[in-house]
């Protein structure tokens, strides 16, 4: 059972482009979240989503970012017109349900650099 | 919003035990206290989880006492290879979505 798989690893993108992540969950994971890491700083929720919908987006910036997880395929973190401030780890994890007790199991990350 | 305080880095040496203590004032009645390790450039990996008294797996303990307003990672005989950042964190649940929520973490570096 491949772990949850996040790509590409490493992105480079200059201002103004547009970066697209990409989260393959746990196989029978339903549930998605995305969060951003800054340097020397912990995880910092940005949303949530289970298939098709979006469960929880208050950690998401309100412009510019936006996530999806549809029925088929990965869910994706878009960010358009990319600026320095984003660069960061951004970390996909998924789990079988939501709930209390449930594992999130973690990708190894997109290191996204805005240059 | 239970947020969780803990402390920065810790340091220690090879064959230690190493305790990173957690708190958690506003922990909800249903919440699980849960802690993960991270490597740097990795994503988090989960440790353990419990919710009171004491949970032991083959990698590490956790203790929580009767109020469950803190709990304590307990890492026997560490190694170089625990150096590590280790998060608490309480599942925050919001409008019935249970969200992991990272603090700060506790960076711990083990010495030869």
């Known amino acids: 059972n491949a772990g949850v798989m996040q790509n590409p690893r490493h992105l480079v993108r200059r201002r103004g482009q547009e970066a697209r992540l990409r989260c393959s969950p746990m196989k029978g994971h339903s549930h998605v979240y995305w969060y951003r890491q800054l340097p020397e700083e912990g995880l910092k929720f940005m949303v949530y989503l289970q298939k098709e919908n979006i469960i929880d987006e208050s950690g998401m910036p309100k412009e510019r970012f936006s996530a999806e997880f549809p029925k088929e395929g990965p869910s994706i973190l878009r960010i358009q017109q990319v600026v320095r401030g984003d660069s960061a780890a951004y970390f996909c994890a998924s789990s079988p349900y939501s709930g209390q007790g449930a594992e999130a199991f973690f990708g190894q990350g997109t290191r996204l650099t805005v240059v | 919003l239970a947020k969780t305080t803990q402390p920065i880095s810790m340091d220690s040496y090879e064959g230690q035990e190493v305790n990173i203590t957690c708190s958690h004032n506003n922990i909800a009645t249903n919440d699980y206290i849960t802690w993960y390790q991270q490597f740097p450039s990795q994503g988090p990996r989960f440790i353990i989880q419990?919710?009171?008294t004491k949970v032991t797996n083959e990698v590490a303990s956790l203790f929580i006492p009767a109020d469950r307003k803190s709990s304590t990672l307990s890492l026997p005989r560490v190694s170089l290879s625990d150096t590590a950042v280790y998060y608490c964190?309480?599942?925050?649940?919001?409008?019935?979505?249970?969200?992991?929520?990272f603090g700060r973490g506790t960076s711990l570096i083990v010495h030869p």
């Open positions: 419990g919710y009171k």
């Open positions: 964190l309480v599942v925050f649940a919001s409008g019935g979505s249970y969200i992991p929520t």
